[in-house]
T-cell receptor, first 116, second 115 residues
Framework: KAGVTQTPRYLIKTRGQQVTLSCSPISGHRSVSWYQQTPGQGLQFLFEYFSETQRNKGNFPGRFSGRQFSNSRSEMNVSTLELGDSALYLC???????????????FGPGTRLTVL | GESVGLHLPTLSVQEGDNSIINCAYSNSASDYFIWYKQESGKGPQFIID?????DKRQGQRVTVLLNKTVKHLSLQIAATQPGDSAVYFCAENSYSGGGADGLTFGKGTHLIIQP
């Protein structure tokens, strides 16, 4: 069974631009979560989607948004990029949403975003 | 606050020795804990998990211990190999008034295997 895939793997953008990242979960998984990883802050939860609905969101500004499609694929968008948005963005999928008891999350390789 | 922490940022062990990586958590409501391994340039890889109704779980060469009394989690790796070199994260299910909030991760321990 194929793992979680993320595209693109690397991105370079400039301040003020916007970016869209894509995530395809493991086949059959319906929950997708996004995380930001930086050397200073570590791994931080962005948001989780299940059945095309955002279930919860971490402590990030409104410039960070996402969505999920009917096939469970998910995208996240960051608008008006800032230098501090440079990070590894990780997507994780699970069968069911967090807290459900069958919520082991499996991660993709991440998208490395560099903002210049 | 609700956080998951690790005691040591770096742990160096000899190849073939056993490794123990520790983690402390502060949220007594946490009921699910996971250990992940992250190699350079890759996403976190699931190693083993444990639910709060257990105090020990074993996998292949790995054992996770959970002590709810002192809110402590540990990962034991038997007979460490060069391929075990990576950063290890513990994570817990976070909860707020609105329900589960995703995983909260510790800062990570970099395990270095000396030949």
């Amino acid at each position: 069974k194929a793992g979680v895939t993320q595209t693109p793997r690397y991105l370079i953008k400039t301040r003020g631009q916007q970016v869209t990242l894509s995530c395809s979960p493991i086949s059959g998984h319906r929950s997708v979560s996004w995380y930001q990883q930086t050397p200073g802050q570590g791994l931080q939860f962005l948001f989780e989607y299940f059945s095309e609905t955002q279930r919860n969101k971490g402590n990030f500004p409104g410039r960070f948004s996402g969505r999920q499609f009917s096939n469970s694929r998910s995208e996240m968008n960051v608008s008006t990029l800032e230098l501090g948005d440079s990070a590894l963005y990780l997507c994780a999928s699970s069968l069911f949403p967090s807290g459900s008891g069958t919520d082991t999350q499996y991660f993709g390789p991440g998208t490395r975003l560099t903002v210049l | 606050g609700e956080s998951v922490g690790l005691h040591l940022p770096t742990l160096s062990v000899q190849e073939g020795d056993n490794s123990i990586i520790n983690c402390a958590y502060s949220n007594s409501a946490s009921d699910y804990f996971i250990w992940y391994k992250q190699e350079s340039g890759k996403g976190p890889q699931f190693i083993i998990d444990i639910r709060s109704n257990m105090d020990k779980r074993q996998g292949q060469r790995v054992t996770v211990l959970l002590n709810k009394t002192v809110k402590h989690l540990s990962l034991q790796i038997a007979a460490t190999q060069p391929g075990d070199s990576a950063v290890y994260f513990c994570a817990e299910n976070s909860y707020s008034g609105g329900g589960a909030d995703g995983l909260t991760f510790g800062k990570g321990t970099h395990l270095i295997i000396q030949p």
